[in-house]
């Protein structure tokens, strides 16, 4: 015969093994949340965002598939000690720079190359000009977006969210040229580094998406 304290433990003893094990099973897939796998498809346009010179890399990898006729490279905001160099005269390649040097050297034709914008500060300006630049070239209707592992899933957001309303189909993936570990993330430093700023600015771009 059950006691009510007994019927009590029956009822609610599920709901707290799911609520125990949810931050655990969060924090283990943590690495996957943040780096889901995408499969590159063809695009009318690629897009490099600003970042590691690996993900020039892999969009030449892409072009030669035939993929991506054309890629586009963002021009992102000097770094403040990079502006330092500059102003004492001391020469430094851009970033942007690198990365298309990283392009002519693995085969893509340098017409096949263009550089957009100018001190861009964010993956949300990023997404704002490419819109922008995708109003004007009606041809258009696919991009794919060329990243890290580690931020594929918030530049998924906001170039899904950016483009929402034009109809343009967007796929994001990250360079397999990265040493980004997603299952035991928490073992390499650089990687637990990722998984904690990408967490934390994915939650603030959700938070003001409410706004």
């Known amino acids: 015969m059950f006691t ?31 780096a889901p796998e995408r499969e590159p498809r063809r695009a009318d346009v690629c897009v ?4 590691k010179f690996t993900r020039a890399m892999y969009a030449a990898d892409l072009y030669h598939r035939g993929l991506i006729p054309r890629i586009w490279l963002t021009r992102p905001e000097r770094e403040e000690g990079l502006v330092q160099l500059d102003v004492l005269g001391v020469s430094f390649p851009r970033q942007e720079e690198v990365s298309r ?17 100018e001190a861009l ?18 041809q258009y209707q696919s991009v794919l977006v060329v990243t890290s592992r580690f931020h594929v899933r918030r530049a ?17 993936v990250g360079t397999p040229y990265d040493r980004f570990i997603a299952d035991r993330w928490w073992t390499d430093r650089e990687s637990a580094r990722q998984v904690l700023l990408e967490a934390a600015k994915l939650v603030l771009f959700w938070m003001q998406l409410e706004y």
């Open 48 to 51: 490099i965002l600003a970042g």
């Open 121 to 138: 500060i964010n993956t949300i300006a990023e997404a704002r000009l490419v819109a922008k630049k995708l109003d004007d070239k009606p």
């Open 156 to 172: 998924e957001a906001i170039f899904r969210h950016t483009l929402a309303s034009s109809g343009i189909d967007v796929v994001v």
């Open 4 to 34: 009510r304290r007994s019927r009590w433990w029956m009822i609610n003893l599920p709901l707290a093994v799911v609520l125990l094990g949810l931050p655990v099973a969060t924090f283990f897939y943590a690495g996957y949340l943040i």
């Open 101 to 117: 040097e990283v392009l002519l050297k693995k085969g893509v034709p340098a017409d096949r190359i263009e550089f957009i914008g």
